[in-house]
Every structure is written in structure tokens, then in C-alpha cells.
């Protein structure tokens, strides 16, 4: 099956810092990308769909100027936490839909832990 | 609006005994329904979908699942489980449009031996 990677797999930062987390499809050119946050024991909340060359389109909630995303290309979209908090810890996973199929393929996430 | 719900939070079966975990969705159209499995820290596997024609669908790892428009549900089924199902499992609806995915908040099964 297709593969997503992602970029680091876990990262410890200060408080006020800025996290960029790399996604990529590797073997597949994806034209959407999602994103996706989730608490400990909880579900996958979707953050954002990242479409290449465009901007992303933010649920509701979610704010665009903290969590700033960009889908450079057709295989790699990152996401920039900005002034991270304690409360942004959280597990951070993507995900990539090729263009061919219907299927989504999940990144193996990327723990954030802000001290 | 569309909704996943999985009815039960944990599920605990004994190793070799079959498994059957729930989902009911709520989709105003035919829906592409999911299954996903996730381990500890771990990002989302796909084990089985469904977009149309057979209801009872084959995935990986021996689950299969079906499709049942009347009742709303896309039930996990497995003859015989393993020590190492032993992991989270997500249930989720996809749009036709964008494939915006919702899942359902997760069934955990445990396996004792």
C-alpha cells in the first residue's frame, strides 16, 4: 500500500517556540492532505485540508494563525505550531489522498509535547 | 450532518474467541464507511472500505465487515482473535466529495490469554 511519513516522529519544545511537522507521501502524488489532532484515549479530530498550491481550509475551531499549514507540492505538506503552549501537546497525525483512489493513508503520527 | 458512533468504549475477549465490534453512522447519501486499527502511539491502518456493491467486505489481517443499509451499521467482525489485535479501533464515514473522513471515538479491545 501507499506510504506516509512523517517528520519528527516526536518532539519536546519550550513553551513560545515554533514546531514544524513534515508530511509526505512517498511513493504517491497526493492533491489533499489532512490533518488531524488527537488527545490521549480520544478520536481523531480533523484540523485542516491541505490542497497543493492552495490554502488550506480550516475546521471550525481550529485557528488558521497558530496552525499554519502549507502544501508546497504534491507530495509534502508540513504544519507550523506557533508559540506553542503546554495545551498544544498532543499527537499530530496526517494524512494523504491520492489522486487516483478514494483512500486515505495515515502518516504514523508525531508526538508534541510543549514544556 | 454525519456521525460515526461506536457504541462501546472497550471490548474484552479471549484469545480464539470471535470479536464483533459496532458501528453506526449517520450519512444523508450512501457513505464510504472505514475501518481502522491503531497500536499504541501509532498512526492509522486501514483494514477494510466500503464504497458499493458487496455488503460483506474483506480486509486484512482476517476482519471483514458489513455493510447494512437499514440499520445504519458497519460492524467489525473476526472469526478468531489474536493476542496482537489487541489495539484501538476506529470506525469512520467519508464524504464523496472531498473524502473529509469522521471517526467514530474508538473501541479499545483488549485480549486475555
Known amino acids: 500500500g501507499a506510504v506516509v511519513s512523517q517528520h519528527p516522529s516526536r518532539v519536546i519544545c519550550k513553551s513560545g517556540t515554533s514546531v514544524k511537522i513534515e508530511c509526505r507521501s512517498l511513493?504517491?502524488?497526493?492533491?489533499?492532505m489532512f490533518w488531524y489532532r488527537q488527545f490521549p484515549k480520544q478520536s481523531l479530530m480533523l484540523m485542516a485540508t491541505?490542497?497543493?498550491?492552495?490554502?488550506?481550509?480550516?475546521e471550525q475551531g481550529v485557528e488558521k494563525d497558530k496552525f499554519l499549514i502549507n502544501h508546497a507540492s504534491l507530495t509534502l505538506s508540513t504544519l507550523t505550531v506557533t508559540s506553542a503552549h503546554p495545551e498544544d501537546s498532543s499527537f499530530y497525525i496526517c494524512?494523504?489522498?491520492?489522486?487516483?483512489?478514494?483512500?486515505?493513508?495515515f502518516g504514523p503520527g508525531t508526538r508534541l509535547l510543549v514544556l | 450532518a454525519q456521525s460515526v458512533t461506536q457504541p462501546d468504549i472497550h471490548i474484552t475477549v479471549s484469545e480464539g474467541a470471535s470479536l464483533e465490534l459496532r458501528c453506526n453512522y449517520s450519512?444523508?447519501?450512501?457513505?464510504?464507511l472505514f475501518w481502522y486499527v491503531q497500536s499504541p502511539g501509532q498512526g492509522l491502518q486501514l483494514l477494510l472500505k466500503?464504497?458499493?456493491?458487496?455488503?460483506l467486505v474483506q480486509g486484512i489481517k482476517g476482519f471483514e465487515a458489513e455493510f447494512k443499509r437499514s440499520q445504519s451499521s458497519f460492524n467489525l467482525r473476526k472469526p478468531s482473535v489474536h493476542w496482537s489485535d489487541a489495539a484501538e479501533y476506529f470506525c469512520?464515514?467519508?464524504?464523496?466529495?472531498?473524502?473529509?473522513?469522521?471517526f467514530g471515538a474508538g473501541t479499545r479491545l483488549f485480549v486475555k490469554a
Open positions: 466500503y464504497f458499493s456493491g458487496d455488503t
Open positions: 469512520a464515514v467519508g464524504d464523496t466529495g472531498g473524502f473529509k473522513t469522521i
Open positions: 491541505s490542497n497543493e498550491g492552495s490554502k488550506a481550509t480550516y
Open positions: 450519512y444523508g447519501a450512501t457513505p464510504y
Open positions: 511513493d504517491f502524488q497526493a492533491t489533499t
Open positions: 494524512s494523504a489522498r491520492s489522486q487516483v483512489g478514494e483512500t486515505q493513508y
